[in-house]
């Protein structure tokens, strides 16, 4: 079973910056597509970003476009989210996951989600 923890999320007002953290274990991470996703208050989780599993391909949401940069450290076993020129439309909880089927699928791969990460941004 795959564990995936979430930090660095916070308070930060509209056109800050973040950077999220999504740490796994339990398999082995470099085998796998990432992605990070979010889910507003009431709406259901959207895809943001994902990566190949060597980091030599990337896809983004529309809405993120330009502003947020996925990357990933095999060796650390970790996976990041830059967040410049924040929103209050970007306002969620950010989770990681495992992407299935490529990372223009954008669908989740495992069924067991980590407890995310709050970011909320003021306008």
């Known amino acids: 079973q795959v564990q995936l923890v979430e930090s660095g999320g916070g308070l930060v007002q509209a056109g800050g910056s973040l950077r999220l953290s999504c740490a796994t274990s339990?398999?082995?991470?470099?085998?796998?597509?990432m992605g990070w996703y979010r889910q507003a208050p009431g709406k259901e989780r959207d895809f943001v970003a994902a990566?190949?599993?060597?980091?030599?391909?990337?896809y983004y949401a529309n809405s993120v476009k330009g502003r947020f940069t996925i990357s990933r450290d095999n060796a650390k076993n970790t996976m990041y989210l830059q967040m410049n020129s924040l929103k209050p439309e970007d306002t969620a909880i950010y989770s990681c996951?495992?992407?299935?089927?490529?990372?223009?699928?954008?669908?989740?791969?495992?069924?067991?989600w980590g407890q995310g990460t709050q970011v909320t941004v003021s306008s």
């Open positions: 996951n495992a992407v299935r089927g490529g990372i223009t699928t954008m669908q989740p791969l495992f069924t067991s």
């Open positions: 990566i190949s599993w060597n980091g030599g391909m990337t």
């Open positions: 339990g398999r082995t991470f470099s085998n796998y597509d």
